[in-house]
């Protein structure tokens, strides 16, 4: 599985950034241009949400759950790339 650390991904532009937290802590402060598609929905339905010629950047609070999501997306045939450290790396790097 492939990742990227904050400072990697604040080098990138039009990228597809995913907030995998609950509607309510993205809706209390996100990853500038992330939208929000909580873990289970993204886990059960990713194909209402992504397209597999796309590449997507998802995160979570601390980087674990989004490490799993991309794992199970990636064996499914979707492009997806871990931000280490999630959430709280952003807030740390701002």
Same mark, same amino acid.
């Given at each position: @599985? *492939?990742?990227?650390?904050?400072?990697?991904?604040? &080098? @990138?532009?039009?990228?597809n950034i *995913?907030?995998?937290?609950? *509607?309510?802590?993205?809706?209390?402060?996100?990853?500038?241009?992330?939208?929000? *598609?909580?873990?289970? &929905? +993204? %886990? +059960?339905?990713?194909?209402?949400?992504?397209? &597999?010629?796309?590449?997507?950047? +998802?995160? $979570?609070? &601390?980087?674990?759950?989004?490490?799993? %999501? $991309?794992?199970? %997306?990636?064996?499914?045939?979707?492009?997806?790339?871990?931000? +280490?450290?999630?959430?709280?790396?952003?807030?740390?790097?701002?």
């Amino acid at each position: @599985m *492939i990742s990227v650390t904050i400072q990697e991904l604040n &080098k @990138m532009n039009n990228i597809n950034i *995913i907030d995998i937290r609950s *509607i309510e802590k993205y809706n209390d402060n996100h990853i500038n241009g992330a939208k929000n *598609i909580p873990f289970d &929905k +993204l %886990l +059960l339905y990713p194909n209402n949400y992504l397209e &597999k010629n796309n590449t997507y950047y +998802l995160y $979570c609070q &601390k980087g674990k759950k989004s490490s799993q %999501l $991309c794992r199970i %997306l990636n064996s499914k045939g979707y492009h997806t790339i871990n931000i +280490l450290g999630g959430y709280e790396a952003w807030i740390l790097n701002k």
